[in-house]
Structures are given as structure tokens and as C-alpha cells.
């Protein structure tokens, strides 16, 4: 599989009914004509278990005739796509010499997960690549050796966040090869010591909140400075001598997937990381008595117009995230419930007065809305993007997808749904699952507006959005009990 992330054509037409002609038909020419063409071309330049990076290629074409523009347009375009593949990679074959490949800019599917894992762990995002969007197929690609347990004990010491989501959002089977490793190391000491503690003690936690607690009273971040993070050695934590093949940690803000870029400005996935570990009070915790704890329960009650900002700036790091690049969704049809998301956590007691009852209760809410969608009850985070906003989270921050869904919200989700095609009158008599697959499980891109900074939805355009004429709420412009900002959505029928 490859990865074309951008394509943008500039045509100059002889006259205005050609240009209308190539407007209203260049879409299935590429759809139908060019890209199953340009696959089995990129395919011949393709290694086993390696992955490459054009991050932009601009091709110029002569004139074509008005007549035959589709066919010439195609070949010629293909034509010089091959002339550039060759002169760039002529000394690639199948059994083509590793050194030569990674300074051709090949690089194996292994170090390239590695990567992959490391960006979700900081952002909760997968980055557009063409290997796979699934952490599971992800991890198990990654070779588990002493560099790659350094480099995952590095994130964890500088993203609080990359140590709490890897406890709960990455698959079992793999934190469990980890913890294998992790118990095999002698004590050690120094700033990496406290997590391969950790993973010795099999701590267990319940909630993302819970955790957090725990983070925050342990230690592991109180005493990190920026020279710890330079200072690590492998030798020092009897980690083997191994060092990946580029040194330098790329984050998800500049790693691209596999994939060929016409006339594209470079773009950024992802976002950057500003959370810092601190540890307020936690000792004064452990040692007062209950007059403390009555303090502290003022102190909290002082502090709601603080946590307040807090979650302001929370949402607006999501608008940044958004600013910074696109992002790509498979849900986005998950718009047209947005008037019964509210009443639906209030019959299950998740939502008192367009507030949640708790932050539990707001990472479930994220996981109904995704099980209105698909109808599995097994999740993962970085398909939760659109679902967070809805929900009032912010983008990078983690949610819990461990948490189980009850029968009583499985069967309020699915009268939810049959509500939807009752009052859509030319959906009714279609069944949930033809809801689903028709308009809800739709693919989307999230962006922010360019003046407003509000997000932005653009949705995939099919023939049965006609339907969407008789929806007798407007989806144009949404914004829940829980959003900061409205969301413009685009969605042409």
C-alpha cells in the first residue's frame, strides 16, 4: 500500500467548456485512470519490510490535446513519475544492499513503527503512514531489544502523558513482552529507576485519575531536569549496547508515512508536547491528618475557576493541534447524532446539568459515541479524535479505552439510533446497521478554520447524501453542552 497524502493539479484550459469538462470529470479520471496505475509503478520501486519518503515531487506537462486530455494526461504523468523513480532510485532491487537503501532514504518497517509508536504515545495520533493505522499491527512489527526499551524508558521519563497512555491504550500482549524484559533488569538507580520499578511492582490502576494521583505522589517526575534526559546511557541500566540506525528522535510533528507528494507544501502531523510533571503537595498528603484533607477540600472548591481555565487552554491546545495539520477521521458521520449526545448521557446518569459527572464518566461518553459508530466495544484512541471534540476533551490528552460497555448502554445507544431514523423521515424503515454504514461510518478530515481557528470537518461526498436533504435538524454548524467552540461542518448533498 502507498500513501499519497496530497495531489493538486493546476490546469490552464484553451477554453471555458474544457475547463468545466476537466472540473466536473477529473476526480474519476485519477479514481479510476491514474492511481491503480501509479500503485504498480510505485510497486516496482518497492523493497520488503522497508518503507520510503518523497516528501514532494512537482511535475510539469506539455499541452495535451482537448480531445484525448484524459489518456495523455495519465501517461504523461505517469511517464515523468518513472523518469524521477529512476533517476533517484536506480540502484534499488528486491535484494537491494541495506546501506545503500538507508542512504537512498529506505528505512525497515521496524524503525519505522518505532517511530510510529513513540509519536501516539506523546499525542494520542497515528501519523498518516502506509504501513498501518492499527497500534496493533504497529507494535507488533516493533524488535524489542535493550536500545528500544531505552528509547521507550526516555519517553516515559519526558511525556507523562506517553507513561499513562501506554498503560492503558497499548494492547496486552506487547506491555506484557515489556514487563518480561523490564523484571529481568537488576535494581537500579538513577532518573529511569522509579519506572523499571514500576514495571516490576505490577502496579494496578482502575482510571486514567487514578493514575495520575499515583504520578503525580511517586516521584518519577519531581526531580527530572533536561540534563538527566541528555545524561542516560544504556550502560549505566545494563541495557545491551545496541543504538537504532539514525540517532536522532524524530516526533510526529516531522515523521511522514510512505507516500508520494505532488506540488505539496510540507505539512506537520501532530502536536507538541507541553506538559510537565510536578508534584504539589504530595507529601504534605502523606502526612497530614483529616484537618488537612478539610483544607484541601476548600482549596479544590477555590479552585474550580482555575480548573476552569485549565480545561479553556486544554481545548485550545486541540485547536492548535488541529492548525498545525490536518487530521484524518473515519467517523465523521458521528455529526448527524450530535442533538441526542446529551440526552443520552443523561439517561445514564453520566451528565447532570450539561456537566459530567465525573471524569470517568466523560472518557465513557467518548466511547459510546465511537460504539454509535461501529457497534464494537473495542477501541482505540487514535480513532477517537472527532469523538473527543464532541465530548469536550482535548485531542492529546488520554482516555481510558479499557473501560467496558454495560448491556443497559449498549441497548440506550441502539434506541438512540433507531430515534435518528424515526424522525429522518426518508431513513425510515432502514435498519441501524444501514444507518451506520450508509452515513456514520463516513471518512472526514478535521482542520482548523484559517481566521476563526474553530474546527473544521470537510466530509467524503457519496450519491446517497441526497438523503441528507430530508435530515430535519442542521448540521452545517454544531457545537454541544461541552465544546469551547463551534464546528463548521462541510457537507455537500
Not at 136 to 161: D, M, R, T, Y
Request: net charge negative; proline share 3%; aromatic share 10%.
Amino acid at each position: 500500500m502507498h500513501l499519497l497524502q496530497q495531489h493538486i493539479m493546476n490546469v490552464q484550459c484553451s477554453s471555458q467548456p474544457l475547463g468545466k469538462e476537466i472540473q466536473n470529470t477529473l476526480s474519476d479520471v485519477l479514481e479510476k485512470e491514474f492511481y491503480p496505475k501509479l500503485e504498480i509503478l510505485l510497486d516496482k520501486y518497492s523493497v520488503e519490510n522497508y518503507t520510503w519518503t518523497i516528501d514532494q515531487l512537482t511535475v510539469e506537462l506539455p499541452a495535451v490535446s482537448p480531445k484525448e486530455w484524459k489518456k495523455e494526461l495519465v501517461n504523461q504523468s505517469l511517464t515523468r513519475i518513472e523518469d524521477y523513480l529512476k533517476n533517484h532510485f536506480r540502484e534499488v532491487s528486491h535484494n537491494g544492499n541495506e546501506e545503500i537503501l538507508e542512504k537512498l532514504g529506505f528505512e525497515t518497517v521496524a524503525f519505522h513503527s518505532v517511530n510510529l509508536l513513540i509519536g501516539y504515545l506523546k499525542t494520542g495520533i497515528i501519523a498518516e503512514n502506509s504501513f498501518s493505522g492499527n497500534i496493533n499491527e504497529i507494535v507488533k512489527a516493533i524488535e524489542i531489544s535493550g536500545a528500544f526499551i531505552e528509547k521507550l524508558l526516555k519517553v516515559f521519563h519526558s511525556h507523562k502523558k506517553a507513561f499513562i497512555r501506554y498503560y492503558f491504550n497499548i494492547p496486552d500482549f506487547f506491555r506484557e513482552k515489556i514487563k518480561v524484559e523490564m523484571i529481568g533488569y537488576p535494581d537500579a538507580s538513577g532518573p529511569l529507576s522509579g519506572f523499571i520499578n514500576f514495571f516490576k511492582a505490577e502496579i494496578e490502576f482502575s482510571s486514567v485519575e487514578e493514575m495520575e494521583h499515583w504520578v503525580e505522589n511517586s516521584g518519577l517526575y519531581s526531580e527530572r531536569t533536561e540534563e538527566d534526559d541528555d545524561t542516560l546511557s544504556g550502560k549505566k541500566y545494563n541495557i545491551e549496547n545496541q543504538e537504532f540506525s539514525r540517532e536522532n528522535e524524530r516526533d510526529i510533528q516531522n515523521e511522514e508515512g510512505e507516500h508520494l507528494e505532488l506540488n505539496k507544501n510540507n505539512r506537520k502531523t501532530g502536536s507538541q508536547e507541553t506538559h510537565k510533571g510536578n508534584n504539589d503537595g504530595g507529601n504534605e498528603e502523606n502526612t497530614q491528618n483529616k484537618k488537612t484533607e478539610k483544607k484541601s477540600n476548600q482549596k479544590n472548591g477555590n479552585n474550580k475557576d482555575v480548573e476552569n481555565n485549565s480545561t479553556t487552554e486544554k481545548q485550545e491546545m486541540s485547536s492548535s493541534i488541529l492548525m498545525a495539520s490536518p487530521l484524518y477521521v473515519e467517523n465523521a458521520g458521528l455529526v448527524i447524532l450530535h442533538p441526542f449526545l446529551s440526552t443520552l448521557f443523561k439517561k445514564l446518569d453520566m451528565c447532570h446539568d450539561e456537566a459530567w459527572t465525573d471524569k470517568k464518566s466523560q472518557h465513557k461518553a467518548i466511547l459510546l459515541t465511537q460504539y454509535l459508530i461501529t457497534g464494537q466495544e473495542i477501541f482505540f484512541e487514535n480513532e477517537l479524535v472527532l469523538n473527543k471534540l464532541l465530548c469536550g476533551f482535548p485531542i492529546d490528552e488520554v482516555v481510558n479505552t479499557r473501560q467496558k460497555i454495560s448491556r443497559k448502554e449498549k441497548e440506550t445507544c441502539n434506541d438512540l439510533l433507531l430515534a435518528v431514523i424515526e424522525h429522518w423521515a426518508m431513513l425510515k424503515g432502514s435498519s441501524v446497521s444501514a444507518l451506520r454504514e450508509t452515513f456514520l461510518q463516513r471518512a472526514g478530515k478535521l482542520s482548523a478554520g484559517s481566521e476563526s481557528h474553530f474546527p473544521e470537518l470537510w466530509v467524503e461526498e457519496k450519491g446517497v447524501d441526497v438523503l441528507l436533504s430530508g435530515l430535519p435538524w442542521g448540521i452545517g454548524m454544531i457545537q454541544t453542552p461541552w465544546m469551547e467552540n463551534y464546528m463548521n461542518v462541510y457537507w455537500t448533498y
